[in-house]
């Protein structure tokens, strides 16, 4: 069985998702079902639920933005790329 | 996997530049030191050329970089403006929460549910706005933590900020953020 706390700092170490499948499940049952961190810590699972999506979205956006990278900024960097060598 | 051909350099500026300028200006928000962190990108992965092993698109390894270099802008920037934030030893100090820690905070339900909203696209441009609208340094604590996944060790560094400090700024980033998303999701519907 996890603690509170056990399960407190394991969700302010990272996004839970990324833990290997039997802890976030552990994870998951505790957050579901305690009433003492249940509260807090479900706050917690939704933002990362949340970025996570975030995330994705942003990267589908990104493609097809509007902003783009100036012109003059463009032609400076091609420049300065062409007189730069690699490095070992 | 088999390994495909990848674009050279001369095609990096065309090809990703755009990408990366835009990634670069949603996390740091000043177009002149967007611009700063694409080209110290470029650089270095010219330089590092060889470092790239082409298993995954160059576009993802040069993003990689990019965001070394925003870290790395973002702490500058804090160094030169440097942020405290008083409010968060309030809640520290609190009778309730010296007593019993997380389990004395108990955030109001959702006013909708958030899962729901997270299908829907006009929810992230909400997302986006709220995120925008936090005050520093909690913008610059989310940021860091949740966007750009470092570690609390480093953001304590970074920020100049005890861990227990780094834990109220969170927590009222998160509750700041919940307030905003409700407001203008609510109004939205
Ligand atoms: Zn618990």
């Known amino acids: 069985m996890l603690t509170c706390k056990q399960v407190s700092r394991a969700l302010e170490r990272g996004d839970y998702a990324k833990l290997p499948p039997l802890s976030r499940l552990a994870l998951r049952l505790h957050v579901a079902m305690c009433v003492v961190c249940g509260g807090y810590n479900r706050q917690v699972m939704a933002f990362y639920d949340a970025v996570r999506a975030f995330l994705k979205a942003e990267d589908a956006d990104l493609g097809n933005a509007r902003v783009r990278l100036p012109d003059a900024t463009r032609v400076r960097l091609k420049e300065t790329l062409r007189g730069t060598s690699p490095g070992r | ?189």
């Open chain 2, 1 to 189: 996997m088999t390994d495909k051909p990848q674009p050279s350099p001369d095609d990096w500026v065309d090809l990703y530049g755009d990408y990366l300028y835009r990634y670069a200006l949603l996390r740091l928000k000043n177009p002149a030191t967007a611009e700063d962190a694409v080209q110290e990108t470029f650089l270095a992965a010219v330089k590092g050329q060889d470092r790239f092993d082409g298993r995954t698109d160059i576009k993802f390894w040069l993003r990689g970089i990019l965001r070394n270099k925003i870290v790395d802008h973002i702490r500058k920037a804090v160094r030169e403006d440097v942020v405290e934030d008083t409010e968060a030893q309030g809640i520290l100090d609190s009778f309730w929460f010296k007593h019993s820690g997380v389990a004395a905070i108990r955030p109001a339900p959702w006013q909708f549910d958030p899962y729901r909203a997270f299908e829907k696209t006009e929810f992230w441009e909400i997302f986006r706005s709220c995120l925008d609208q936090l005050r520093e340094p909690l913008r610059t604590a989310f940021t860091l933590k949740m966007l750009e996944d470092q570690s609390s060790e480093e953001i304590c560094k970074i920020l100049g900020v005890s861990p227990n400090n780094l834990w109220v700024m969170m927590h009222r980033a998160r509750s700041l953020l919940k307030t905003c998303l409700e407001k203008k999701w609510a109004k939205r519907a």
